[in-house]
C-alpha cells in the first residue's frame, strides 16, 4: 500500500491521510498515529511499524517548476497551458480534452518532469469551462492541493479561472480551531455545535455574523492572490469571518474546487459538498491525483473496528445516563456487556497463539444480541439507533460544557450501525487480536460506492507517476467501457538514470531460512557499494524488522555518516533526514512505503544512489486473501496475485527509483538487491549485473 493511513489511538479506526479527526469517533488525529497497513494487509496496532506522512515535507510531483518558463502568448493549441510547452505536453492535454468532450475517462501514467498538474488542470480547463461545468480536483494531501493553486494562478495570467481549496470544518473554522471546542468532536456534534451558535444558543458566533457582509471581499482576495487553503483561512480570520462558511458560498462562484478524497469518498459529505457547489455529476470534471491510492483510501473509508477496549469504555460511561434502557427492556450496561462476551468468546474459539485472526462466517454480533434478548432484528435495530441517540446527545452535552472530552457510548453505537450495515459479498469480516485486545474488524474488499459514482460521471482524469498496470485501476475503479489508458514517459534523459539488479540473493524468507549466507551478502554488497560511491544514498528495505537486524552490520562497515528512520517517531525521522539531506556523501535508512520513498525530492546531488533491499510484497492477510479471490473471480484466475501482491510492489519500487530523478538534469542509480526483480525487469527498465560497484564506476565517472 502507498497510503500513510492515520490510525486513531481512541477508537483503532483507519482514516484517510490528511484527515484531522476520526471519522469514526471524532478523535483529533496525530502526525505521530500514522499506520503502515491499509484495510487490506491489516491494521497494526500503534505499538508496531508505523510510517510517518508529514506534510510540510511533501513535495509535488511538479517540483521542477521553478525551471519553467512562462509563454510569451497564448498557446494556441493548449490555451490554459501558461508554460512554454514541454515535449509531450501538447499530445497530454489534447487526449485529456478529447476524452472530455467525448464523455470518456482517461486513466494516464505521466512521468516525472510531463508536469501531470497543469497539463490535467489545462486539459480539464479547455473542456469545462465552455460548458458551465466545475473542474473538481481531488488530492491526497494539503501540500498537493497548494500546488494546485500555484498553478491556477500561473493560467490566469492568459486566461480568466478562479479557484478554491475546501478544507473540512474542524480545520477551517476558528471557532473549533482556537475555542473551547478544539479538542476532538464527532462531525455531527460539531456541525450541532456550529448550528447552535449561528441561532445565538450559548452565545452567537461573532465570525459568522460577519460572514456574508464580507464574502465579497474574501472572493476578490482569492481571484486575486489564488490563495493555498491555510493562507486563506488565516485572511478569513483576521478579517473577523469564518472560512467554513465563507467557502461554502464561494464554491457555487469557483471554476475549479481543490479538495481532499473524503470529499468524494463519503457518500454523505459528498452529498453536502455537491449541494454546496450547487453541482451534480453531470456538471462536474473530476480529476484524481495520485490515483495509485484512492482504491485504498475508499475501502479504509469504509472499514471499521469493534475492540474490547472500545467496548469498555462505553460501559464506564454508563452511569453517567439517566436513561439507561435502549428498548425492549432491555438496559444499556447490559447490551454492551453482552457485545463484549461475544467479542472475547468468538476469540476463545477462533483464535490461539499462532492464529491471531480468522474468518466470520457468520454474523456473531447480530445472532448472538438477538438470541440473548430474544429480539428480531429489527428490534435490534431500534435498540442500536436508541443507543446511536443518547450517544450523540451526550457528545452533545459535553461539547457545550467544554468537558473536552467526546461520548465514548457514541463512539460504540456508531461502529455497532455500521458493523451492521456491512453486509454482502464486498465486505469480509474476521476476528482479530493485538496488544491492545481482541476486536471484530469488517473490511470493505469492493468499494462499490466509489465505483458508482465515477461511472455516473461524464469522463473524469485519473492520474498518477505510478499508476501502471493501468488495466488494475480501470477494473478495479469499475470505471466504463471506453476509458482510455496512455503511459507518457517522462521527458528527461533516460541515460540519466541507471536501474539494475542482483540475482544470487533475495529477501524471501523461505530462501533466507534455507541459505543464511544470504543475509551477509546483502549487508555486505550494501556496505561496499555505499562506501564505494561515495554520495548521498537512500537504502529502502521492505521491513522494520530487516532493517533493525542489519543495523548493527551497517553501521559497523559503513564509514559514512549514517541517518536512520524513526518507527513511531515522524519528528525524529525528519530531523535526521533534514541532516542527511544538507549534508554529502551520508547514508539515510528507511522502509519502503512512506513519505520518503513517495513524497519527497532529493534534487541534484541530495540523493544520487538508491538501494533497494528485498521486493515489498504486501503481508499476507485474510482480507487479501479475500479480495484476491475476489478478483480471481470477476477478471480472470491470476488477476489476484497481479493486483494484489505484483502491483503494489513494483509501485513502491519505481516510487523509491523516482527519488532519484526530479529534474532533467539528476543523475541517478538504482541497485535492487533481490533476484525476483527479473520477473519485472523490463516493466523497471532494470538489467542484471554482477559488479554493481564496477556499474556505478562507470555511471558516475570514476571509471
Known amino acids: 500500500m502507498n497510503m500513510q493511513s492515520l490510525f486513531c489511538k481512541r477508537c483503532e479506526s483507519l482514516n484517510l491521510p490528511g484527515s484531522e479527526r476520526c471519522r469514526i469517533c471524532g478523535s483529533k488525529l496525530e502526525s505521530d498515529s500514522v499506520s503502515a497497513q491499509s484495510s487490506l494487509t491489516g491494521i497494526r496496532s500503534p505499538s508496531e511499524d508505523t510510517y510517518f506522512d508529514m506534510e510540510e515535507y511533501e513535495s509535488s510531483d511538479d517540483s521542477d517548476a521553478s525551471e519553467r518558463v512562462f509563454a510569451d502568448s497564448e498557446n494556441a493549441e493548449a490555451p490554459y497551458l501558461p508554460y512554454v510547452p ?58 498537493q ?98 472560512p467554513y462558511e465563507a467557502k461554502k458560498v464561494l464554491m457555487k462562484s469557483a471554476d475549479v474546487i481543490v479538495a481532499p478524497y473524503i470529499h468524494i469518498l463519503s457518500e454523505d459529505i459528498r452529498e453536502t459538498f455537491l449541494g454546496n457547489m450547487d453541482a451534480d455529476k453531470k456538471s462536474i470534471t473530476v480529476i484524481v491525483d495520485e490515483a495509485h491510492n484512492i482504491i485504498d483510501a475508499a475501502k479504509e473509508q469504509e472499514s471499521f473496528r469493534i475492540s474490547v477496549r472500545m467496548v469498555d469504555a462505553a460501559i464506564d460511561e454508563c452511569s453517567t445516563f439517566k436513561t439507561t434502557s435502549i428498548g425492549q427492556g432491555i438496559r444499556m450496561d447490559e447490551f454492551l456487556k453482552e457485545i463484549k462476551n ?26 448472538g444480541l438477538m438470541k440473548k434478548f430474544g429480539i428480531n432484528e429489527r428490534s435490534l435495530d431500534v435498540a442500536i439507533v436508541t443507543l446511536v441517540d443518547l450517544g450523540s446527545e451526550r457528545s452533545r452535552l459535553l461539547a457545550e460544557t467544554n468537558a473536552q472530552k467526546i461520548s465514548d457510548i457514541d463512539t460504540i453505537a456508531i461502529s455497532l450501525q455500521n458493523w451492521l450495515g456491512a453486509t454482502g459479498d464486498n465486505y469480509i469480516k474476521t476476528i482479530k487480536a493485538s496488544d491492545t485486545g481482541e476486536y471484530l474488524y469488517a473490511a470493505c ?28 485501476y480501470v477494473k478495479t475503479m469499475g470505471l466504463p467501457a471506453g476509458t482510455i489508458s496512455k503511459v507518457y514517459p517522462s521527458p528527461f534523459p533516460k541515460e540519466n538514470r541507471l536501474v539494475v539488479y542482483m540475482n544470487d540473493v533475495t529477501t524471501r524468507y523461505k530462501d533466507m531460512q534455507e541459505d543464511p549466507s544470504i543475509f551477509s551478502r ?12 561515495g554520495k548521498n544514498t537512500l537504502v529502502f528495505f521492505t521491513s522494520y524488522r530487516i532493517m533493525e537486524k542489519m543495523r548493527p552490520f551497517l553501521e559497523r562497515d559503513i564509514e559514512l555518516p549514517m541517518y536512520w528512520e524513526h518507527s513511531g517517531n515522524p519528528r525524529l525521522t525528519m530531523e535526521e533526514l533534514e541532516k542527511f539531506k544538507k549534508g554529502r556523501g551520508g547514508v539515510f535508512f528507511s522502509v519502503m512505503g512512506g513519505s520518503v520513498a513517495e513524497g519527497m525530492d532529493f534534487p541534484g546531488d541530495e540523493l544520487s544512489l538508491a538501494i533497494i533491499i528485498g521486493i515489498p510484497y504486501p503481508p499476507p492477510s485474510l482480507e487479501a486473501n479475500a479480495l484476491s479471490e475476489l478478483y480471481d473471480e470477476k477478471f480472470g484466475r491470476g488477476s489476484g496475485w497481479k493486483f494484489i501482491s505484483e502491483a503494489p510492489a513494483t509501485r513502491k519500487i519505481k516510487q523509491a527509483i523516482g527519488r532519484l530523478i526530479r529534474t532533467e538534469t539528476d543523475r541517478g542509480m538504482c541497485l535492487i538487491l533481490d533476484k525476483r526483480t527479473s520477473r519485472y525487469a523490463n516493466d523497471l527498465d532494470a538489467r542484471v549485473t554482477a559488479d554493481p560497484i564496477a556499474d556505478a564506476e562507470r555511471f558516475f565517472g570514476k571509471g
Open 86 to 143: 514541454r515535449p509531450g505536453q501538447i499530445a497530454i492535454i489534447e487526449d485529456i480534452r478529447g476524452c472530455l468532450d467525448s464523455a470518456r475517462h482517461i486513466v494516464m501514467e505521466s512521468g516525472t518532469g510531463t508536469g501531470k498538474t497543469i497539463v490535467s488542470l489545462a486539459g480539464a480547463l479547455e473542456h469545462s469551462i465552455p460548458r458551465k461545468k466545475k473542474v473538481v480536483y481531488l488530492t491526497r494531501t494539503i501540500s
Open 145 to 242: 492541493s497548494n500546488q494546485v493553486m500555484r498553478e491556477l494562478k500561473a493560467i490566469s495570467t492568459f486566461r480568466p479561472v478562479t479557484g478554491l481549496p475546501i478544507t473540512g470544518r474542524g480545520r477551517s473554522c476558528p471557532l473549533f480551531r482556537t475555542g473551547p471546542y478544539q479538542e476532538p468532536y464527532p462531525a455531527n456534534v460539531l456541525s450541532s455545535l456550529c448550528e447552535n451558535r449561528k441561532r445565538g444558543k450559548g452565545g452567537y458566533c461573532s465570525y459568522y455574523i460577519k460572514t456574508n457582509d464580507m464574502v465579497d471581499e474574501v472572493w476578490d482576495f482569492c481571484r486575486k492572490e489564488f490563495p493555498t487553503s491555510e493562507r486563506l483561512d488565516n485572511f478569513c480570520e483576521d478579517k473577523g469571518i469564518c
Open 342 to 367: 461475544i467479542i472475547k468468546n468468538t476469540a476463545n474459539k477462533k483464535l490461539s497463539i499462532t492464529n491471531q485472526e480468522a474468518i466470520i462466517e457468520i454474523d456473531v454480533l447480530k445472532h
Open 445 to 472: 474488499i469492493d468499494p462499490v460506492d466509489v465505483s458508482d459514482f465515477m461511472r455516473g460521471l461524464d469522463g473524469g482524469v485519473h492520474m498518477s507517476g505510478t499508476l501502471r498496470p493501468l488495466e488494475q
Open 522 to 533: 546483502i549487508q555486505r554488497r550494501t556496505s561496499k557499494l555505499c562506501n564505494a560511491v
